[in-house]
């Protein structure tokens, strides 16, 4: 496709203007979503019927008015996405106000505009499936996985020809015509409301506007808004209350107890680009203070982002709750490394019921106290959002969410591999703690953790009173990444500082002595006030230079304590003043951490399983890799092709693909439309790899839908037949390919049956749901046996750790017989093992159940394997969610990359 136009170039006359639709745009998409971008302090409001496309937002949401549920955007089906993003990858995507703001954007550089047709030229409303839509309802609502393009009309049927190899519907809806007027046109004869009248012909003209009307110079609405100040009091703690005490409630707290219940549901591995998710440590804690992505496999350059948000700080005053959502961010953001302070941009979505008295003025007060500490920092805004449903009728009572400021700072990272985690890495004293504190004589507990579990607010809450301070901090932290000084690092916030500790323990999964020296405070506003500040772990002998240097940039840095013993029962001792205020075994305090996690997850997965993973979690020391081998990076001279195939819903086809090139291979992206179609054939590949992800949203079952388009089409089944009975072919199946690759009995054995026209096979096995009824995204240990499977030549005796991300992958074999002839002729090649290296079906490491931890299987000649894991997702070190020490610091490569090194050699030896 030629070039488009850019920045201020004008457009070419008589461009197209085209709409990419994802399938997620029936009309239980359109009617919910009109209406719903009004702006928060809209003085309109709603009743009535929610799907009403003519009616705004209500000020609160309770029994007189219906459910928001409806009236919300919403994107579809995940899948969708899939569908769309390959045929263009960069557009301006159609979100909250539906369809009409994007026209302007698209076409107002020079005076254009559009007449947009509906239908036009193609059937805009067939993709819809509903004819009695009316005109507002199409161009208005807020359905989502739908992009707006600009082209030369000589390019549509290009562009046409993309979207049916994805299977993207594609329509062109207007052209260009440089009158500065936006015309839309209905040609459906239907009953259509609030339009102009019907023009000869039968088209009817539903918007004809003068662009000028809508992007001139429209007047500044003013609000007129009254300020509210809130019925503080003091704290007041119980008598005697004892930081144990307090902990026992603290530490299950919802904002301060463990997340491990959202972060094993969600895949935290796709793309292969995933530097630093949200769990860190041997254990897998769910501690991470910042997220980082590279922008390719194949350098370690990325991205990373971190979030702030302290909404309690701000009811007992906005400004400080803004600050402190600056100051969170970045604390957070300073463990990954950054091109410069000043690089830093922030999103900020704003929860706030800014219509319920003194809440506008109190958002008001926010938004200043976040833009000036941010133009003292150097660092600025650049989006955000905001959300209006933070009001509620329960009864005769309006609940009112506190106002609310999420800020997301984000920033070039030009080393991936240079994140601090918080996890302990220095056992038994050999790691020192420092703490930096940024308001260091401060112990204020408002708004804190522990004031919330007195059913309390208090009325003095921290702040940040020294924007510069926080700058200078920032800047030597980031220098001591980059010198590999830190070796841990954690944040101060929800829980305070004693939480901060204790988190980082629970990681390490190790013991800690620390003493805090604070005259005229107590030892409960030392340990839980949460002011801004920075926990780190430094080798000792680096201690006191790393001290040094934060006094002179301006920062109070103080050596605290210590590291103790690995283990459970290692104990964490926490002296204030002199007195010992804390002595408990870590194991013990990490259960009180994990309980309300593991008392949600009951909700959402199996009680039997949850429970197993709280009793192993109490008493698991970490898993234990061994290597047979080592990795190198060994780039062939030849180049065999390998076709990597992927069907609607799929997902692992991009890091597939790298792990292939990284092996030298010759990578050609193919689809199932390819195949089906006749546009390309598998007579020129020497491999053939089904990539993971969700085919057809595995609706009809984990990759039924693939396996029924390969088997009921006569020119894909007779292609893959071919390929099969090739003997200079391999292949391999991932996760979704694994499954499909037993459906087709190429592995697990197979039974034809009498009538092999059709191509049916009875599989050997089938891949059932998970013991856990749930997706499992995990980061589990795998060893590998002996087997003659091409692709595992000379790994077998090595344990590595590896990415398994999975609804449905228990291997649940026909018969006995059948799991009897597959382990004895070594066809089981890959298991699930524990921390001792046995294989196990004990949950979580073994993620779905499936019996002797068997996680992969190979076929007799060895050219055909399917596992369930993603070794794609772990060839380099940076992918792995943790790995030995000793392991990171020398491999520049990772074990998994042998795998396909082994295919290419084999294809270069036959």
Not at 102 to 115: E, K, Q, V, Y
Not at 290 to 315: C, D, I, N
Not at 354 to 360: L, T
Request: proline share 9%; net charge negative; with cysteine.
């Amino acid at each position: 496709m030629s070039a488009a136009p850019r920045g201020g170039d004008p457009l070419p006359p008589h461009a197209s203007c085209s709409q990419m639709w994802g399938p997620s745009a029936p009309p239980c998409q359109l009617l919910p979503g009109v209406g719903t971008a009004c702006p928060p302090m809209s003085a309109a409001s709603r009743c009535g019927d929610p799907c009403h496309p003519r009616q705004l937002l209500p000020r609160v949401w309770g029994p007189s008015v219906p459910t928001p549920t409806p009236a919300a955007p919403r994107g579809g089906d995940p899948c969708h996405p899939c569908q769309l993003l390959p045929g263009v990858w960069v557009c301006p995507s159609f979100r909250v106000a539906g369809c009409d703001p994007i026209a302007p954007p698209l076409h107002t550089r020079g005076g254009a505009a559009t007449p947009c047709n509906l239908p036009g030229p193609s059937p805009l409303r067939g993709w819809l499936g509903d004819p009695t839509l009316s005109v507002l309802e199409i161009w208005g609502a807020e359905y989502q996985e739908s992009n707006a393009l600009l082209l030369r009309p000589a390019d549509a049927e290009l562009l046409q020809r993309l979207g049916q190899r994805e299977r993207c519907p594609v329509d062109i809806v207007g052209t260009i015509t440089g009158d500065g007027r936006i015309v839309l046109v209905d040609d459906l004869e239907a009953p259509v409301t609030d339009v102009a009248p019907v023009k000869p012909g039968g088209k009817t003209t539903s918007v004809d506007l003068q662009l000028e009307t809508v992007l001139g110079n429209m007047p500044r609405k003013e609000f007129v808004l009254s300020r509210r100040s809130p019925a503080l009091r003091p704290l007041c703690l119980p008598p005697g209350l004892s930081v144990g005490g307090a902990l026992e409630r603290v530490l299950r707290l919802p904002a301060v107890a463990s997340k491990r219940y959202l972060t094993n549901k969600v895949d935290r591995s796709v793309t292969g680009l995933v530097a630093q998710q949200q769990c860190v440590g041997p254990l897998h804690t769910p501690l991470a203070d910042v997220a980082v992505v590279a922008l390719s496999p194949f350098e370690t350059v990325g991205a990373a982002t971190a979030l702030g948000e302290q909404p309690l700080k701000g009811l007992i005053d906005p400004g400080a709750g803004a600050r402190l959502a600056v100051g969170e961010a970045l604390t957070n953001l300073v463990f990954a490394r950054v091109t410069d302070l000043r690089d830093v941009k922030c999103s900020g979505n704003w929860m706030w019921a800014a219509k319920q008295a003194g809440e506008g003025a109190a958002l008001v007060d926010a938004c200043g106290a976040m833009c000036q500490v941010m133009a003292q920092l150097g660092v600025a805004v650049d989006g955000g959002k905001d959300s209006l449903s933070m009001a509620a009728r329960v009864g005769t009572d309006i609940v009112v969410a506190p106002g609310t400021l999420v800020v997301s700072a984000y920033a070039v990272c030009p080393d991936i591999t240079a994140t601090v985690t918080p996890d302990l890495k220095c056992p038994d004293g050999k790691g020192a703690l420092l703490y930096v504190g940024l308001c260091p004589e401060r112990h204020r507990l408002g708004g804190s953790a522990l004031a919330q579990c007195y059913a309390q607010l208090g009325d003095r809450c921290p702040d940040l009173e020294s924007p510069g301070t926080l700058a200078a901090c920032f800047r030597l932290t980031q220098q001591l990444l980059q010198e590999s000084v830190l070796s841990a690092g954690h944040d101060v916030s929800d829980g305070g500082l004693v939480t901060c500790l204790l988190e980082m323990a629970f990681a390490g999964n190790c013991g800690l002595q620390v003493e805090m020296v604070a005259p005229g405070a107590s030892a409960l506003e030392v340990l839980f006030a949460e002011e801004l500040g920075l926990v780190l772990e430094v080798p000792s002998a680096a201690a006191g230079d790393v001290c040094r240097r934060y006094e002179e940039a301006g920062v109070r840095c103080l050596p605290i304590g210590h590291t103790g013993p690995p283990g459970p029962q290692s104990m964490v001792r926490l002296r204030v003043n002199g007195q010992e205020e804390l002595a408990r075994p870590v194991g013990e305090l990490r259960a009180l951490w994990e309980a309300t996690s593991f008392q949600l997850e009951r909700l959402q997965a199996s009680p039997h399983c949850v429970e197993q993973e709280e009793r192993g979690l109490a008493q698991r020391q970490g898993p234990t890799f061994t290597l047979t081998f080592d990795p190198a990076a060994k780039p062939p001279l030849l180049c065999p092709r390998v076709a990597v195939l992927r069907e609607e819903g799929s997902n692992g086809d991009r890091e597939m693909v790298a792990a292939f090139v990284m092996a030298g291979f010759q990578a050609w992206d193919v689809t199932m439309q390819d195949l089906c179609t006749g546009e390309l054939t598998l007579e020129s590949f020497r491999g053939l790899v089904f990539v993971g992800g969700f085919s057809y949203a595995d609706v009809l079952g984990s990759a039924k839908g693939w396996a029924a388009s390969v088997t009921f089409n006569p020119r894909a089944r007779a292609q893959f037949e071919a390929f099969r009975r090739r003997r200079d072919t391999f292949s391999l199946g991932v996760c979704n390919g694994c499954q499909l690759m037993a459906l087709l009995g190429w592995v697990g054995g197979e039974s034809p049956q009498s009538d092999p026209t059709d191509g049916a096979v009875r599989p050997g096995v089938l891949l059932a749901p998970n013991d856990s009824g749930r997706f499992e995204s995990r980061f589990v240990a795998l060893a590998i046996e002996e087997s003659p499977a091409v692709m595992l030549r000379g790994m077998a005796g090595s344990t590595l750790g590896i990415w398994v991300a999975h609804g449905e992958g228990r291997m649940r074999f026909r018969s006995p017989e059948v799991l009897a002839a597959v382990t004895s002729g070594g066809l089981a090649p890959l298991r699930y093992v524990d921390d001792q290296g046995q294989p196990t079906q004990e949950y979580p490491l073994n993620p779905n159940g499936s019996p002797l931890g068997i996680a992969g299987l190979c076929s007799p000649d060895g050219r055909h394997l399917a596992m369930m894991p993603h070794p794609e997702r772990c060839v380099l070190p940076w992918q792995w969610a943790w790995m030995p020490p000793a392991w990171r610091r020398t491999m520049e490569v990772s074990p998994w990359l042998r795998m396909f090194q082994n295919a290419c050699e084999w294809c270069l030896s036959c």
